[in-house]
């Protein structure tokens, strides 16, 4: 056998890396289309996109000798292939039984990229459950059909599949009669590449036999007026001889014998070949040329091809990192003419103000590259839904709006913790058993909306259900029995609902299987926090519960106000920023020996001197500069006492924790336009510690 | 000028284009790529390919539509194509020979298997 073209490893590893990306996306087909049939569309179109989808993931996945995946996407394969053909009636139950194994393909997909296999139960029971539907369906003759003859994939597919030979067998000269038909012509077959083939078997000498070639007049140019005589000496068998011929099976009369077989049969005549034997006798060009470059093939005009690219986000964060140190580099230059007196010239403002605008648009665009619809996170949960209805025995109809939304991919990873558990909660605690929903005069499928939409900047998440509301009595009790609250405590019911973020907080009566993982409501409060989002909730007895998230659109880039404090310079998120305001010292009144209060407008708000509360001053300040009125994410006020309101810039966010570690008071840092590094406040921490840190912020940094 | 022959692979699935790419230019032949029959038929009308390999199902038009296409242009009355195919079911290969397919390649291939398909066809 000729030797094999082997791609190098790496080739094969990328292609199979793009593979497992691919899988990610005929997934979510596969999904979105089960989904459609769910909510009753009827388009055909839709199941044979579905079974496209398994079809591609089993098809690419045999590729690689991935059976496992291949088995079961074979078995869904052949459920979806019945029902495209009507042998099965898709029905609710089916449904749900196809969502239930696209996740189970899901987990064979993954586990196949980590090398690793999927061992539970419930997949090789669903696994059960598709086979026994074909199985039982078809008559016994068709199951065969499913399967996969030439496919039940077996390890590595690189490796040759051909066994060789073995060494003992007997070279034997065949003799071989090929008389094709118009058929074979009509197909684009051409008879002297197969003998050509035959060479690669042994020797091959051939005579054609024209005797049948009609005058000029009288030839039809599509048929057929010429047959072969081969003799081929080699060690092959019989069917090896068929299988260069398997092609034209059916366009041609095809005789193979051996010479002792075929003694009756007139041999050609072997030194005497006539012009058909000429142009195959000669050996066989070199098949392989050597390794080219498939960049040039590949950056041939694909017309569809360009639509969408896959890049490292390595590449695209580079990308972010570049466009960001432009921003910077602008407001630099910026500065240094301004600083020679030569800004606001008719020279430089043009130019200056439109590589501004170029400059922000170039950041904009690139950090566009990042952004990913939600849908990423949205899918993830609707199977949740369905593992939580499971184990739960509750009937969720999961309703998505917004999916299109688009966030910056931080975020959104960031996202999927804190969304899960909320899900989670929402069905395990909040939905009702079919039963007591019946009882209480409600459907008994319970419905849990997420939705998402862009408001102001922001991103703004709902997850709402129709289910019993929070039961404030309890809450308020174990709150209470928790130690959480004094017993005299009067809430309003807005605030009872918000006692469920607080940290140490459980209402669960028997740490359920679901929600009961250590993980409560002020997890989610401080994942969602991490991300710069506020989180609320606002529940109904009887009738259901809403969380509010919102969360920032990126984390890469943020409004901030540039403030100066004891000589330093620092921003303060303007998402926290209410307003700013001029002191007047009859607005102040003091509480011990530091605390003090701001009145404003018939409200009193503490007041923090910020280069104390950082650890600039010993001890606070006289109230002079200006005071920053601010509000955190869990709706805390207090006014900051600043020296110097400089100003509102875009910043970019450079993380600390990266280079440093995690510093209370302080959010990230940031490089201001003359280059010097700014920190950038986190209020949150401001206003719950203030007073506690007697080092400055720097020093705290630098004992990291 | 490169005197490679050029086949047109089509394909829906971007792993089987990019296994088809990778391999063909091993074995030393110049590649252009189509999607789906639809898309195929596109890239028909701006390059001559010296073979055709396309998968059969596909989405917008699969591959027996796209032969039967194929073949009634004069222009590729003689064009080898070969049909991908894991489909076990003889059915499917005596479609794609109705519709006028030379042979067919079965997934998954090794690359010895697809240099056979392609030698037996091609000069």
């Known amino acids: 056998m000729s030797g094999s073209a082997t791609l190098p490893p790496d080739v094969l590893a990328g292609i199979k890396l793009g593979f497992f990306e691919e899988c990610e996306e005929l997934l979510s087909e596969l999904e979105a289309g089960l989904l459609a049939l769910k909510r009753g569309e009827t388009d055909p179109e839709i199941i044979n996109k579905v079974f496209r989808a398994a079809h591609s993931i089993k098809g690419g996945g045999a590729s690689f000798g991935l059976a496992p995946m291949v ?23 089916l449904l749900g039984l196809l969502l239930r194994a696209a996740d189970v393909l899901a987990d064979h997909v993954r586990a196949a990229r980590d090398e690793g296999r999927v061992e539970s139960a419930s997949a090789r029971e669903i696994e059960g459950a598709l086979i026994a539907l074909v199985a039982g369906d078809c008559p016994a003759g068709e199951v065969s059909n499913h399967e996969p003859a030439e496919g039940k994939p077996t390890a590595a597919v690189w490796s040759d599949s051909e066994t060789p030979s073995p060494a003992t067998a007997q070279e034997r000269i065949w003799v071989i009669r090929f008389r094709p038909h118009a058929s074979l012509y009509a197909s684009a077959n051409e008879p002297l590449f197969l003998l050509r083939e035959l060479q690669y078997l042994g020797e091959v000498r051939a005579t054609v036999d024209d005797s049948e070639l009609p005058s000029i007049d009288d030839l039809v140019p599509e048929d057929a007026y010429l047959l072969w005589a081969i003799s081929l000496t080699s060690t092959a068998d019989a069917q090896e001889i068929r299988r260069v011929f398997e092609f034209v099976e059916a366009d041609c009369d095809l005789e193979i014998v051996t010479d002792q077989e075929g003694a009756a049969t007139p041999v050609a005549d072997r030194n005497h070949p006539t012009a058909g034997s000429a142009a195959v006798s000669k050996q066989p060009d070199s098949p392989r040329p050597s390794i080219s470059s498939s960049g040039i093939a590949a950056g041939r005009s694909t017309p569809r091809l360009s639509e969408t690219i896959r890049v490292d986000v390595e590449r695209v964060d580079r990308l972010i990192n570049l466009a960001s140190e432009l921003v910077i580099n602008h407001t630099i230059l910026a500065q240094r003419l301004a600083g020679i007196g030569s800004a606001g010239t008719s020279e430089t403002e043009l130019p200056l103000d439109e590589l501004h605008q170029l400059t922000r648009e170039l950041q904009n665009g690139v950090m566009a590259i990042r952004a990913q619809p939600l849908k990423v996170v949205f899918q993830r949960l609707s199977r949740l839904v369905r593992e939580v209805e499971a184990v739960t025995g509750k009937q969720v109809n999961l309703v998505v709006e917004g999916e299109s939304t688009e966030v910056d991919r931080t975020v959104i990873e960031r996202l999927i913790d804190p969304m899960t558990h909320m899900v989670r909660n929402a069905i395990d605690h909040g939905i009702e058993t079919p039963e007591e929903r019946l009882a209480s005069g409600k459907t008994a499928q319970g419905t849990l909306r ?16 129709d289910g019993c509301g929070i039961n404030r009595a309890r809450v308020h009790a174990a709150a209470w029995s928790r130690g959480l609250i004094s017993g005299d405590a009067v809430l ?21 299987e679901l929600s009961g993982r250590g993980v409560g409501m002020d997890v989610v409060k401080s994942g969602v926090q991490a991300l710069g989002g506020r989180i609320s909730v606002a529940s109904y007895p009887g009738k259901g519960t809403t969380f509010v998230l919102s969360l920032p659109l990126t984390l890469a880039v943020m409004e901030g106000m540039l403030i100066s404090v004891c000589g330093r310079s620092l921003i303060v998120p303007l998402s926290t920023l209410l307003e700013t305001i001029h002191p007047k010292l009859d607005a102040i009144r003091s509480l011990g020996a530091h605390a003090r209060l701001l009145s404003i407008r018939g409200e009193h708000v503490p007041l923090i001197d910020l280069g104390h509360a950082l650890g600039y001053l010993t001890e606070p300040a006289q109230v002079k500069g200006v005071i920053l009125l601010v509000e955190d994410d869990a709706g805390r ?10 100003g509102q810039q875009q910043v970019v966010i450079k993380s600390i924790q990266a280079n440093y570690r995690m510093v209370e008071g302080i959010a990230a840092a940031t490089i201001l336009g003359d280059g010097r590094v700014a920190l950038i406040l986190d209020v949150n921490s401001i206003l719950l510690s203030h007073g506690r840190w007697s080092a400055p912020v720097e020093q705290r940094l630098a004992a990291g | ?38 898309d195929g038929l596109e890239m028909l009308s701006v390059e001559q390919p010296d073979l055709i390999i396309t998968d059969i199902t596909m989405p917008r038009m699969d591959g027996i539509r796209f032969i039967q296409n194929v073949r009634g242009d004069e222009r590729y009355k003689a064009t080898p194509i070969l049909v991908l195919t894991t489909e076990s079911d003889p059915d499917i290969k005596d479609r794609a020979k109705r519709a006028g397919a030379t042979g067919w390649i079965v997934k998954p291939f090794d690359p010895q298997k ?5 030698r037996k066809v091609t000069a």
């Open chain 1, 71 to 93: 088995d079961f996407a074979h078995q869904m394969e052949s459920v979806l292939a019945a029902i495209r053909s009507n042998q099965l009636a898709l029905d609710a139950q």
């Open chain 1, 450 to 465: 997420i939705s998402a939409t862009h408001r102001a900047g922001r991103i703004i998440i709902e997850i709402t259900d």
């Open chain 1, 492 to 512: 309003s019911e807005h605030e009872i609902d918000e006692l469920i973020f607080l940290p140490g907080f459980s209402t669960a009566k028997a740490v359920s």
């Open chain 1, 637 to 646: 006020r207090a006014a900051l006492l600043v020296d110097d309101v400089l």
């Open chain 2, 1 to 38: 000028m490169t005197n490679k022959k050029l086949i047109l692979t089509v394909d829906d699935s971007a792993t089987i284009r990019e296994l088809l790419l990778s391999e063909l230019s091993c074995l030393g032949y110049r590649v252009t790529q189509a999607e789906d029959g639809i």
């Open chain 2, 114 to 118: 697809l240099a056979e398909a392609i």
